[in-house]
């Protein structure tokens, strides 16, 4: 069974601290996302890779950075948690660019920032 | 850019009944993908049903279906024969095609949570 595993389910962090949200794939897959999701607003692109060492922004870019280093491995990193970072991430990935290809998803990180 | 609306936020249905969750998009774009996405408590997005803006017929999945309106924008996603499990947030989700900048990633609506009643 293919899958996004993200490594945790549940997260608290103090203002200021440096948070990295990690997720990895097993499929192979070229492209990955990172998606905040708040009630009302749906999921917002934070950022997304394409590939290796390659990276690009989304909607709300402000206050995240990315890191893929391994094809099956994307990480989100918040250089200084504040509580209007408090939300549920979810990561994603998808083969090629062909848009018909489906999305697979994780089960999501719900991050407080206290 | 391109925007999903879903404007009821929440809905219910009895077991059994049909119901119609409606979303609405804004695009530039003449070739394009829709989607809606289930999410039940356990947060795993799951794909309900996949709609390739070219194909004039609606799309059907099992109890689940389409009105796919290209000229007004419009994507509303059919319930028949509610059932319990059926209760989540869905989601309905726009992606471009390769030709234009939106091909890879998905935009999302704000969802719409649907209660199904016993």
């Known amino acids: 069974d293919v899958k996004v595993t993200q490594s945790s389910r549940y997260l608290v962090k103090r203002t200021g601290e440096k948070v990295f949200l990690e997720c990895v794939q097993d499929m192979d897959h070229e492209n990955m996302f990172w998606y905040r999701q708040d009630p009302g607003l749906g999921l917002r692109l934070i950022y997304f890779s394409y590939d290796v060492k390659m990276k690009e922004k989304g909607d709300i870019p402000e206050g995240y950075s990315v890191s893929r280093e391994k094809k099956e491995r994307f990480s989100l990193i918040l250089e200084s948690a504040s509580t209007n970072q408090t939300s549920m991430y979810l990561c994603?990935?998808?083969?090629?660019?062909?848009?018909?290809?489906?999305?697979?998803f994780g089960s999501g990180t719900r991050l407080t920032v206290v | 850019a391109q925007t999903v609306t879903q404007s009821q936020p929440e809905m219910s249905v009895q077991e059994a009944e049909t119901v119609t969750l409606s979303c609405t998009y804004d695009t530039s774009e003449s070739d394009y993908y829709l989607f809606w996405y289930k999410q039940p408590p356990s947060r795993q997005m799951i794909l309900v049903i996949r709609?390739?803006?070219?194909?004039?017929q609606n799309a059907t999945e099992n109890r689940f279906s389409v009105n796919f309106q290209k000229a007004a924008k419009s994507f509303s996603l059919k319930i028949s024969d509610s059932q319990l499990g059926d209760a989540a947030m869905y989601f309905c989700?726009?992606?471009?095609?390769?030709?234009?900048?939106?091909?890879?990633?998905?935009?999302f609506g704000s969802g719409t949570q649907l209660t199904v009643l016993p």
């Open positions: 994603a990935s998808k083969p090629g660019d062909t848009p018909s290809n489906g999305y697979t």
């Open positions: 709609q390739e803006a070219y194909k004039q």
């Open positions: 989700a726009y992606q471009g095609a390769i030709s234009s900048g939106s091909a890879r990633q998905l935009t």
